[in-house]
């Protein structure tokens, strides 16, 4: 599917049902599945799973951004999705996003059939993140980030921030801002009480007037709230989603595809 098609279809879905991204991380060490699907095979394997269990588009990773994981050059990166996204297009519509920060993966992977491109610096990682997407034509994710995690820090107000930079960044390389989502960044540089802060938060970041993704699947406050480990976090995450939903979150990005699906599908029956 061409890029402008599957980048419309994706977008034009969102705004009339919530949708599920499922996670395909083609990496050795993601905190959750690392190296589970890090051979091409194996991550179409994957891949497919996810289709058949009622996913709307797939995320594929080849870097882990977990707590204290290591960077990878570009070169790994597009050396491990690459494969991943040229087998995905020649057998599947679906509508792949490429979850990286840089600039030349980026480019690579829309080339390759990518329609969107999700950044978890939000465009300001890499200088030139912002002018490939505009001339791509690739839709993104802004996700919010730190370097730190400051416990006394407004993270509403430091959301507020750095949204209002990358959107500059986004208006200035001409990036249209229906091609535009908003990620609160759940886990990465926040506290237990800041995550939940964020999502609380929800509603306003929503009036910032683009589509919000929320993608909390088994991170660590749900160990922190539950005493469960990684495996254990499927209730956690399902019930933080389903609040996010119903608080006008358009995407939610999860490893847990059917589960996810199925919750959807009972929301959208009981609002009929």
Excluded at 43 to 68: F, K, N, W
Aim: with cysteine; aromatic share 4%.
């Amino acid at each position: 599917m061409p890029i402008a098609a599957a980048r419309d279809r994706f977008l034009a879905e969102l705004r009339d049902r919530p949708l599920v991204m499922g996670i395909l991380n083609a990496t050795p060490d993601s905190f959750s599945d690392g190296g589970a699907h890090d051979a091409p095979e194996a991550a179409l394997a994957h891949a497919r799973q996810m289709i058949a269990e009622g996913c709307d588009v797939i995320d594929l990773g080849g870097e882990s951004t977990r707590p204290g994981h290591a960077e990878v050059t570009a070169e790994e990166e597009m050396a491990r999705v690459l494969p991943v996204l040229r087998l995905l297009q020649a057998e599947s519509g679906m509508p792949v996003s490429i979850d990286t920060y840089k600039a030349a993966t980026a480019r690579a992977a829309v080339e390759a059939g990518a329609a969107i491109v999700n950044d978890v610096w939000g465009l300001q990682r890499d200088p030139g993140m912002a002018g490939v997407v505009a001339e791509t034509g690739a839709a993104v994710i802004i996700m919010h980030n730190r370097e730190t995690t400051d416990p006394d820090l407004d993270i509403l107000q430091d959301m507020e921030h750095f949204f209002g930079r990358s959107l500059d960044l986004a208006r200035k390389a001409g990036i249209p801002g229906e091609r535009i989502l908003l990620d609160p960044g759940i886990g990465f540089g926040k506290t237990l009480e800041q995550n939940i802060r964020c999502l609380n938060g929800l509603g306003w970041l929503g009036s910032f007037g683009y589509p919000v993704l929320l993608g909390l699947s088994r991170k660590r406050m749900f160990g922190e709230l539950l005493g469960r480990e990684v495996g254990e976090r499927l209730p956690g995450t399902l019930a933080a989603n389903l609040v996010g939903i119903a608080r006008g979150v358009r995407v939610i990005r999860v490893h847990d595809v059917a589960a996810h699906a199925d919750a959807l599908k009972v929301v959208r029956a009981l609002e009929a």
